[in-house]
T-cell receptor
Framework: DTAVSQTPKYLVTQMGNDKSIKCEQNLGHDTMYWYKQDSKKFLKIMFSYNNKELIINETVPNRFSPKSPDKAHLNLHINSLELGDSAVYFC??????????FGPGTRLTVL | SQKIEQNSEALNIQEGKTATLTCNYTNYSPAYLQWYRQDPGRGPVFLLLIRENEKEKRKERLKVTFDTTLKQSLFHITASQPADSATYLCALDQTGANNLFFGTGTRLTVIP
């Protein structure tokens, strides 16, 4: 059984489009996260949600918006995509103050 | 802001030897520090967590040390195997609220 799953695995789109990446965890964790890993493999946190409340919002453009319909899901919406948004996006989850479990990643390519 | 440096971008060692990876940070000591493994095309996988009041933690062939005076953590893999080849990431939590900041990683290659 997959603990943290993301869809789609690959996403290729044109500049200016709006897209979403979905994430689901079946671990019963309290907190979910979104990370961006750039071409140099640097992994940087973007958001986290704890019990439907945003508790971290690093300096990411407001074109990126996390949406959590329930505790098991945290989706990432991106508006007006730019070339620089091309990266691998990872979803993760954890119990509070505990290790994080990562999803398989979504490779986003903006043309 | 906190800077996290893993001093080797890549490390090659012979099978059977001990691999030692270094993670240095610049500012105040975190509540705890974690090490993750990442294989190509996959998400990071948790390996070990060490808290600020712990000096050393072990798990099978893995050992982590944490020196808050030196602001450094060392990650050791003993009796290394080709299957240990991967990128290893250290991550710091500064607040105790699991706000993780990752280092740039060390790509380890174990040569048979």
């Amino acid at each position: 059984d997959t603990a943290v799953s993301q869809t789609p695995k690959y996403l290729v789109t044109q500049m200016g489009n709006d897209k979403s990446i979905k994430c689901e965890q079946n671990l019963g964790h309290d907190t979910m996260y979104w990370y961006k890993q750039d071409s140099k493999k640097f992994l940087k946190i973007m958001f986290s949600y704890n019990n439907k409340e945003l508790i971290i919002n690093e300096t990411v453009p407001n074109r990126f918006s996390p949406k959590s319909p329930d505790k098991a899901h945290l989706n990432l919406h991106i508006n007006s995509l730019e070339l620089g948004d091309s990266a691998v996006y990872f979803c993760a989850s954890s119990r509070q103050e505990d290790t994080q479990y990562f999803g398989p990643g979504t490779r986003l390519t903006v043309l | 802001s906190q800077k996290i440096e893993q001093n080797s971008e890549a490390l090659n060692i012979q099978e059977g030897k001990t691999a030692t990876l270094t993670c240095n940070y610049t500012n105040y000591s975190p509540a705890y520090l974690q090490w993750y493994r990442q294989d190509p095309g996959r998400g990071p996988v948790f390996l070990l967590l060490i808290r600020e009041n712990e000096k050393e933690k072990r798990k099978e062939r893995l050992k982590v040390t944490f020196d808050t005076t030196l602001k450094q953590s060392l990650f050791h893999i003993t009796a290394s195997q080709p299957a240990d080849s991967a990128t290893y990431l250290c991550a710091l939590d500064q607040t105790g609220a699991n706000n993780l900041f990752f280092g740039t990683g060390t790509r380890l290659t174990v040569i048979p």
